[in-house]
């Protein structure tokens, strides 16, 4: 269709596997985003506002946001709830653990990959959990990766070998991910953390739009509340304000590098917390502060980011 010929699309892909062998790659990366990312981010907003406690810095949307649903999840993060996400491999953990490290409230854990049973003994140690599964993408390893159809699939994602962007408003795709959705209900999931929900800043090769999107988030979060599950959003940060009502937190990899971290605040004004993957703070500035940077926890508070959940990469 004619879209194909309007903006370039960004390339804008998560990067939640495999994270933990180039974890000092990242921090690297994020280091000098954020010296450089979140500078001209601030230097961009900075015109005519000068008040750091200004709400006005959420980024304003002409479209309407999709109204409250009125079923509310059984358990939803808070904004200071404490965070690990364990995505490369199952987490290890025996059933008679009294123990776990990180000692979190919150781990987010690959919906396929980690057994009921390790859910449940995490609940049985005080933690809530999140399962992460693909919900805007194929990927050929997964139990029922054979029941998606070919027309679902479109471009294959930038340095995912064997992974295809896939047709939001396929009824078959929907289906499938409402089956995950029941998975995780099943093994005992408290919440979600759909990826890959933002197609349309990526070359997809199916034309998808962040409409798309949105009414994919819509019918997503009709299929999580069933089950009174919460979800999250996946980076997706031009679409914030349209789905902001139907999600209770925001996963975020790369807003730094994106210089994006400003639209993100719309989530602690509404009092949602940010999940970002990123190292600890003392750490990173310790770090930061070793690369003769300056001090990136400054740049965090000024950006009205200092509420942001910090976690550590399972490096
Ligand atoms: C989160 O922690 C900060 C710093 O301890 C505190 O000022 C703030 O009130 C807390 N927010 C919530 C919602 O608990
Ligand atoms: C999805 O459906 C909407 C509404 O029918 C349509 O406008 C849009 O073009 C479709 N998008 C794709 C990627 O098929
Ligand atoms: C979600 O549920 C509401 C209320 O049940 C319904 O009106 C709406 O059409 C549903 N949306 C999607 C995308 O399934
Ligand atoms: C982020 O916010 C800025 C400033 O409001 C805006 O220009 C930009 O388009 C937003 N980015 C996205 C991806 O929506």
Redesign the pocket.
Known sequence: MSSKLSNAPIEHRSRRKRISLIACAVVIIIVIALAIGLGVGLT??GSGNNDPSSPSSA??STVSPLPSPTVQPTWAPTVNSTWQIVLQNPLELSSDATSITPDVEVYDIDLFTNSAEVISTLHKLGKKVICYFSAGSYEPDRPDSGDFKDADKGKEMDGWPGEYWLNLNSTNVRNIMTKRVELAAQKGCDGVDPDNVDGY?NTNGLSLTPADSISFLSFLSNATLAHKLSMGLKNA??IIDDVLPLVHFSVNEQCAQ?S?C??FTAFITHHKPLLRRQRRRRELQHRHQAHGLGRVGRVLQLLGLHHAAEYELNA
């Open positions: 961009r907003k980024p304003t800043s940060a031009a994106y994006e400003s639209n």
